[in-house]
């Protein structure tokens, strides 16, 4: 059964700082991995995506790597600004076709200070 | 696009009441699913569907049903409710063959009393 950590639970950090989140993962024959935020009583929404044969993707102050074959993923943000607080989900993708098996860590909280 | 909508935003049920959590989402997404998230234990799937008339069980289906009778509609039936299912509910679709990203929906926050 795969298993999702994300350490730490919560990250407070200046603004204009960059920053690196973390996320580990049990089994390693996964299809893709995905990160996510979600503000506070919101749904959740996609950053990026990165397929198993990609060892990195990058969207603006965002960019997430993977390592496969050590169960980890980063998700680092540049330049952090106040509205990039949010909780940080990541959510590895089993390879079993037709399973829709997406498995979600807790998160990190991140706050960005003025 | 709308997107991902879901109703209603939340909801208040009394133990034994059957309600239905309503998910519609105009991407024409063959992949539908739906979560539900607590505190301290992330978001756990309870159903999905692989397309129209296709439904399987997610890790928690328990006291859930869910039927797909179109590509946009994957609503989520609570039997009878229990305390236990007091959650904030999620819907999502996903994008298969192409990016393959996931949407959600803002969720459904339910209390059971």
């Known amino acids: 059964k795969q298993e999702v950590t994300q350490i730490p639970a919560a990250l407070s950090v200046p603004e204009g700082e960059n920053l690196v989140l973390n996320c580990s993962f049990t089994d390693s024959a996964i299809y893709n991995l995905q990160w996510f935020r979600q503000d506070p009583g919101k749904g959740l929404t996609s950053l990026l995506l990165?397929?198993?044969?990609?060892r990195e993707q990058t969207s603006g102050r965002l960019n997430a790597s993977l390592d496969k074959s050590s169960g980890r993923s980063t998700l680092y943000i540049a330049a952090s600004q106040p509205g990039d607080s949010a909780t940080y989900l990541c959510a590895p993708r089993s390879n079993n076709f037709g399973n829709e098996k997406l498995t979600f860590g807790t998160g990190t909280r991140l706050t960005i200070i003025p | 696009n709308a997107g991902v909508t879901q109703t209603p935003k939340f909801q208040v049920l009394k133990t034994g009441q059957s309600m239905t959590l309503q998910c519609a989402q105009d991407m024409n997404h063959e992949y539908m699913s739906w979560y539900r998230q607590d505190p301290g234990m992330g978001l756990r799937l309870i159903h999905y569907?692989?397309?129209?008339?296709?439904?399987d069980q997610g890790e928690v289906p328990n006291g859930y049903n869910v039927s797909r009778s179109t590509t946009e509609d994957f609503p989520l039936r609570l039997l009878s409710a229990a305390p236990s299912q007091t959650s904030v509910y999620f819907c999502?679709?996903?994008?298969?063959?192409?990016?393959?990203?996931?949407?959600f929906g803002p969720g459904t926050r339910l209390t059971v009393l």
């Open positions: 999502a679709s996903r994008d298969v063959g192409n990016t393959d990203t996931q949407y």
């Open positions: 569907s692989v397309g129209a008339g296709i439904t």
């Open positions: 990165i397929q198993s044969s990609q």
